[in-house]
């Protein structure tokens, strides 16, 4: 009588796992399945044993560290672990006072000051607001706006006449400034200021956010502006100067320039080190939980 092939390891597992669930009947060996060498998969032949459960585990790991790694690193580039949801804030300057606090909007993650003036010539008063004539650019509100006297010259970080807010963002998060849109009105002469420009306390006021010209013709315009959004440090606050430059005269106490209608839009967005924490935790978790839903599916 012929004696039976020699069985590998995988064809004893086989059997075993045969008698396990009952099966009847007699085994040909020659009949059971083999493992070749992953390494040989093109056709040596090898046979050998499946590499035991805690190598496959530490595998897996691996596998999913490299995964989730490349995952967060782009998430990091791409911005894909983002910020919160942005939040226009709304002045238009209601009022018989000096009335510069938000109007509309609110701050989430940060709070925001009042809209301020500087470096006028003269004294406007107790009352910067105003409300004749009337603001009626597209979009506008009506009523009262917000007067500045900007000194005569060419644009001077320290002299130049300007409007600015300061946004504060919340422990844990910075400041993102996305948009900001006005309405003005450049009084008509050579007193009126000919541009303005938009600079930030992140660069210490260096160099332009955004920028425009105004046509002095004492009639109300709107300035919407589009220009890449500015992100502050973390924790840190973020002041913006709306300055309004370029005409010839100016006299002392008479209002040159007016504002109303201001849309800031701003988001606070988490510090570096903690977007990277949470957004990377999530995809770890995510790709696990795929990673293991395959593998009840192949099994």
Known sequence: MQDAPEMNWAQEQAIKSMRLKGTRGTVDPGRLPTIRDAGNRDGGGLQQPVADQGHRTSSRVAGLLRQSALWCSLATVTGLVSAQAQVTIGYNF???????????????????????????????????????????????????????????????IGSSGYYSVTVTPSPGFAVRILDLDFGALSVAGTTGPVSYALRSSIDSFATDITSGTFTTDSTWALKNNTFTAVTGAGGSPVTLRLYTYGNTTVSSGVANIWLDDVALTVAAVPEAGDCALYGCAAIVGFTWWRRSKKSVKQA
Do not use: C, E, R
């Open 94 to 156: 209601g009022g018989l006072v000096p009335s510069s606090t938000p109007s509309a909007g609110t701050p989430v993650d940060f709070s925001i000051g009042v809209f301020s003036s500087a470096n006028k010539v003269g004294s406007l008063g107790s009352n910067p607001n105003g409300n004749s004539p009337v603001s009626n650019q597209t979009g506008a509100s009506g009523g009262f706006h917000y007067d500045n006297a900007a000194p005569a010259g060419a644009f001077s």
